[in-house]
């Protein structure tokens, strides 16, 4: 977008995906960017690797005159406001995007966010604040003319209008930012150009299926269970613990003078232990912290956790669940 504004060539800057490299890990693309994210710059000139979005920006800003505030003077008021928002955006958003598209991330899966859920939550409060910072006499969120804030998150937000609503959201930003949005995607030439790329490479990701494994988009929960009309009180239970994440109950056919049930509150397709997914890491790993606490609450010193995966293990509602069993001598190894 900011090659855009500056009406830079080819011949000054190439434009190469990393598929031509052999892809984000490969040997020669990690040589550029040794984290194997995009962008990369490699400087013909100066001869140098740059691997991060912003120091990118920055250095393509002041190298080409023409075009936009993209190299504010340093302690201007400009240079504060354009940095403010960019760091917003990859500070606040990019982190977390992922959870807009990604179908089963690897690892922790959406940064410090347990769940998909958590990390919309907080990518949509983050869209909210971009109001905050963003100029009130506009056209551009920095004033008169475009900067790096205005390329860093417009074609984030043509990514939040799009696929948030996927997930059953809305995508809402405050009056100032949507009035900046829609002058973007409508009236300025170089935004039409970005949307219209952006737009429509999401527009291909739908038509090959992109949505049909990421779950709340295009996957969702079968028909509510048991389970998911306690969590919505449409059936009365005898809670004894609850937080934003899980449930836990006494269950109504105890196996011992002590028998909980412990279940995430939100299904997110894992009926079944089988059925667990990176994006599972956290939720699974909360359960299993607080099935401790839950035990000390209830006063058990010995205690067995169980969790029975399909019918002939004895599972009988298809919405994963911890037992926690105690208060008497457990035998092993259990029928």
């Known amino acids: 977008m900011l090659l855009y504004y500056k009406d830079v060539t080819p011949d000054d800057v190439a434009i190469v995906s990393p598929m031509d490299l052999g892809g984000l890990r490969s040997d020669e693309y990690l040589a550029v960017n040794p984290q194997g994210k995009m962008p990369a710059l490699a400087c013909r000139d100066e001869d140098e690797l740059v691997p991060e979005s912003d120091t990118i920006a920055r250095f393509l800003g002041g190298k080409f005159d023409s075009g936009g505030a993209f190299a504010p003077p340093a302690g201007s008021t400009l240079a504060l406001k354009a940095d403010r ?35 919309l939550d907080e990518f949509q409060a983050q869209l909210q604040l971009i109001e905050r910072y963003a100029d009130a006499g506009g056209p551009y969120l920095c004033g008169p003319e475009p900067s790096q804030a205005d390329c860093a998150l417009f074609p984030t937000l043509i990514f939040a209008a799009d696929m948030l609503p996927k997930f059953g959201r809305e995508f809402t930003v405050g009056p100032i930012t949507k009035k ?3 002058m973007l995607k409508t009236s300025d030439p170089i935004g039409r150009r970005i949307y219209e790329e952006v737009h429509g490479a999401l527009e291909g990701w739908a038509a090959k299926g992109r949505w049909d494994t990421i779950h709340g ?29 899980c449930l836990a109950f006494k269950d109504v ?11 995430p509150k939100h299904r997110n397709d894992l009926s079944q232990l089988r059925k667990a997914q990176p994006e599972h890491v956290g939720v699974l790993g909360h359960l ?22 399909g019918e002939g293990a004895g599972q009988t509602v298809f919405h994963l669940h911890v037992h926690i069993i105690g208060g008497r001598e457990l035998s092993w190894p259990p029928g």
């Open 85 to 119: 928002l960019a760091r917003h955006h990859d500070i606040y958003l990019a982190p977390i995007q992922g959870c807009l598209y990604k179908a089963s991330p690897a690892g922790q899966a959406y940064g410090a966010f347990p769940t998909r859920a958590a990390a």
């Open 180 to 182: 900046w949005f829609e």
């Open 217 to 245: 988009a295009g996957l969702r929960d079968a028909e509510a269970t048991l389970f998911d009309k306690i969590v919505s009180g449409d059936i009365p239970s005898e809670k004894v613990y609850e937080d934003d994440l």
């Open 253 to 263: 056919a105890p196996c011992a003078p002590v028998h909980i049930l412990l279940i």
């Open 288 to 309: 299993m912290a607080k099935a401790g606490a839950v035990a000390e609450a209830a006063g058990l010193d010995d205690y067995r956790v169980v969790v029975n995966d």
